[in-house]
């Protein structure tokens, strides 16, 4: 008897424009989220949410899970899309499908589940930071069977916010010296990454430049931020391999 397997169904959740520079490269943010957390027979649909478009109510049902990507945008803004993006994460978090959120998506999905963000109390955190998971205090399956993982991992970060407080229910399983949410989890379906997995150092430079021109951080502040990525490399086999155990387990 043969047994057809189901394909695996996940959606981006685009909540930033593309740069010309990633549309260049990488053919979009799209293609970099999917060779990130992607895997071979699996379905990725792009639905840009910071340009109003939105997976129908009637068919979340059909997806295994969704990440929200970073953004330039306030996770605490009162735009319209992204008060639709908090009505649509309440409602994944009703159905118990894993949602995936990074920076923004890590920012939008604390205060759509109740906690509360804002600045950074201490201002930008802008290239590589060493980030300490708790792991013998995260019961979380997902982590279970990454012990080869280390307890401190190197991830690129780029945001002025930060999660000043977690959800209800919700559990801090790591931090920085700079921020003190890096990570929250709420059960085994919500996952909040502060910092970004699926960048690349070039992607961030030019980023970091971007921000340079418009005057949104100085340029000795650019210069410091760009030194920080000469001297590690980003740990992203580990953290891709956390993101795809969380997804996918």
């Known amino acids: 008897m043969k047994v057809e397997l189901r394909e695996r169904r996940y959606a981006l959740l685009l909540a930033a424009r593309d740069s010309e520079y990633v549309k260049e490269v990488y053919g979009g943010y799209f293609n970099v989220f999917v060779a990130t957390f992607g895997e071979e027979g699996e379905r990725w649909d792009l639905f840009r949410v910071v ?10 049902h059909k997806y295994d899970g969704f990440v929200v990507s970073g953004s330039p945008y306030d996770a605490y803004g009162d735009d319209l899309w992204i008060l639709k993006l908090c009505f649509l994460l309440q409602t994944l978090d009703v159905m118990e499908k894993k949602v995936l959120g990074i920076c923004f998506g890590h920012q939008v999905l604390c205060r759509s589940l109740g906690g ?34 280390p307890t401190t991992l190197s991830i690129i970060e780029c945001h002025q916010d930060e999660v000043w407080e977690v959800p209800l229910g919700a559990k801090v399983i790591a931090f920085s ?73």
């Not at 340009?51 to 979340?60: A, D, I, K, Q």
């Not at 804002?118 to 979380?140: E, N, Q, T």
Request: glycine share 10%; with cysteine; proline share 3%.
């Open 116 to 149: 509360k963000v804002g600045k950074s109390y201490s201002g930008w955190d802008i290239g590589l930071r060493k980030v300490k998971i708790a792991k013998d205090l995260s019961p979380f399956s997902f982590l279970q069977g990454l012990d080869d993982i």
């Open 51 to 60: 340009e109003g478009e939105f997976p129908n109510m009637n068919e979340l």
């Open 177 to 249: 010296d700079k921020t003190g949410v890096e990570m929250f989890a709420i059960g085994e379906h919500i996952l909040g990454i502060q910092g970004h997995p699926e960048y690349t150092k070039d992607i961030l430079c030019n980023l970091i430049d971007r921000l340079s021109n418009n005057n949104l951080i100085e340029m000795g502040f650019a210069d410091d931020a760009k030194s920080t990525l000469k001297l590690a490399e980003p740990d992203r086999m580990s953290w891709e391999r956390i993101c795809k155990s969380f997804l996918k387990g």
